[in-house]
């Protein structure tokens, strides 16, 4: 891929690489370190000049594949994704060359809010959409 400048670099992460969720520490710490490891390549694409090598990182939240069972949420935010629908929006993130995208959409707005509100709004934003208690009644598969 670099000796050819081409390609397309597809880092599948979560919402919980952008948001610590309470009760998926360890959950949470991978993803944010996939988040970390595509901005440090992308970076060092860009660097060496390899502008024929795309990157998109996604960040779902919770897809309905069983591993988040029992997940609950006040606001649909964090409702459960069909999983046709998040490969079919992966699909069209790499053929429209997008780097960063949330799903669904309308969370991008968490993403922003986090960069600037201060600590104490934030903390009531996310209580107000029930991230801080989503996983309250997690089961999980059995």
Known sequence: MLASNHGHIV?????AGIFGISKLTDYCSSKFAAV????ALTAELK???KDGIETTVVCPTFIN??????VSAS????????????????????RKNKRFV??????????VLKGLLP???LDRFITFFGLSSAMDTFVGRK
Request: hydrophobic letters at 40%.
């Open 75 to 94: 606001a649909a935010s964090v409702a459960l994704l069909d999983e046709n629908y998040v490969c079919d929006s992966i699909v069209d993130a790499i």
């Open 65 to 70: 594949t069983g591993m988040f069972h029992g």
């Open 36 to 39: 970390g490891l595509h901005d």
């Open 47 to 49: 660097q060496q000049k």
């Open 11 to 15: 880092t599948i992460a979560s919402g």
């Open 102 to 111: 949330m799903l669904p959409p309308h969370t991008t707005l968490f993403y």
């Open 119 to 121: 600590d104490e709004c």
